[in-house]
């Protein structure tokens, strides 16, 4: 059965329990929530996972370059305190603030070492059609699996052309969560696309109009094929972006 989540930033304890409320209230095929680990905020993603408990499953995103590979993993107790069985590993970027202590360490290492540590725990990892070549994605994403990945959530696509060249890659049985964002201005266009390489359809504009059109198409991609879906909300109020959709 496809699931649903929707992706939210931890700006503030308050603002994230709010927004966790307004999603329960308005978009009931909502049955997830997936929170990003952004080292710019206090809230860890674990613990701000735990406020969507136990009304929404939740996965936090943990970032294998700030965990210590001969400390315990600081998030193991809330996990199990609260419920939450699932995980997104993804490498993480530098930090902004060169101060801030990371290591040598990539999602391939962290997977291996939750697989060990907490084999309870359903583990995905990224998909980025954007970063390099096909064939390298594709070899990167086995490594992942081979490493005890259950499968991946991607990073938000805007053209189902591209979905459909990625989905031959991902063997049978792997899980996978497309995503979607809200692009609405020219800025933020021109970010994806110089920032991310991100590849858009011609017809694509930022607008609430066609970015809810594609949130729709997407979420059918992902029922046809009984996989999942999950869209990211950027500078827009959920309910506009995706009521009536979900």
């Not at 952004?38 to 996965?59: D, E, I, K, M, N």
């Not at 998030?75 to 970027?93: A, I, K, N, R």
């Not at 902004?96 to 990539?106: E, F, L, T």
């Not at 970063?131 to 938000?156: C, H, V």
């Amino acid at each position: 059965m496809t699931r649903v989540s929707v992706e939210l930033v931890p700006r503030s304890r308050s603002g994230l329990r709010a927004e966790i409320a307004q999603v329960a209230a308005s978009l009931s095929s909502v049955d997830t929530v997936n929170i990003p680990d952004l080292t710019r905020y206090s809230l860890r993603s674990w613990l701000g996972c735990a406020f969507a408990r136990p009304h929404h499953a939740a996965v936090p995103h943990l970032r294998a370059v700030d965990f210590n590979p001969r400390e315990p993993l600081p998030f193991l107790d809330t996990l199990e305190q609260h419920g939450l069985s699932e995980v997104l590993v993804v490498t993480g970027d530098a930090p902004a603030d060169m101060s801030a202590k990371v290591y040598d360490q990539d999602a391939v290492d962290l997977i291996r070492r939750l697989r060990r540590e907490a084999p309870h725990l359903t583990v995905y990892a990224g998909l980025d059609p954007y970063r390099q070549s096909f064939a390298r994605e594709r070899d990167y994403l086995e490594r992942k699996l081979d490493a005890g990945a259950t499968g991946f959530f991607t990073q938000p696509f805007f053209d189902l052309r591209v979905m459909d060249a990625y989905s031959d890659l991902i063997p049978d049985g792997a899980q996978i969560w497309w995503g979607a964002t809200s692009i609405l201005t020219e800025s933020s266009l021109n970010y994806w696309r110089a920032r991310n390489h991100a590849v858009f359809p011609r017809s694509f504009t930022p607008t609430l109009e066609c970015n809810r059109a594609f949130a729709a198409d997407l979420l059918a991609f992902a029922r046809e094929r009984g996989q999942h879906a999950y869209f990211m909300p950027v500078k827009v109020d959920v309910q506009a972006y995706l009521e009536g959709i979900l």
